[in-house]
């Protein structure tokens, strides 16, 4: 092993590169999420341009009602996102929100099972339908 592949192999080289990129295939993809969003919405939808691990990190502002209640931040290292809700009172209504959503169908790498919808999915839901 050369002086370079041994580098780059600890440092982000190709063979990193060759495993982020067998990572990233697996996706979880949810089939019919017709749900309805009630009052929620969301508004400042920003995308960062370089992706991290998991993907592409993303801020949001979560509305209800027209008034905004959260911002919301995904840093696309697949830990999810971070919610930052004005009051506990709010945050409790999304969450009840949430698990009140129907079962959806799912698939991950040609598996297909049934969930129910988390937060993150609802959010993102609501992402992909306004941008």
Not at 12 to 20: E, F, K, L, V
Not at 50 to 56: A, E, L, Q, W
Request: net charge positive.
């Amino acid at each position: 092993m050369g002086v370079m592949s041994f580098f780059g192999f600890f440092f982000g080289g190709s063979g990193a590169n060759r495993d982020r990129e067998k990572n990233n295939k697996r996706r979880l993809t949810v089939k019919n999420l017709n749900i309805d969003c009630g009052l929620w919405d969301i508004k400042n939808f920003k995308q960062g341009r370089t992706p991290n691990n998991g993907g592409y990190p993303y801020t949001v502002a979560l509305y209800l009602d027209g008034k905004k209640v959260a911002d919301c931040q995904d840093r696309g290292d697949d830990r999810g996102v971070h919610y930052s809700f004005k009051s506990r009172e709010i945050e409790r209504e999304f969450q009840a929100f949430v698990k009140a959503l129907p079962v959806v169908d799912c698939n991950l790498d040609g598996y297909s099972f049934s969930c129910q919808p988390s937060e993150d999915m609802f959010l993102e839901e609501l992402i992909a339908r306004k941008y």
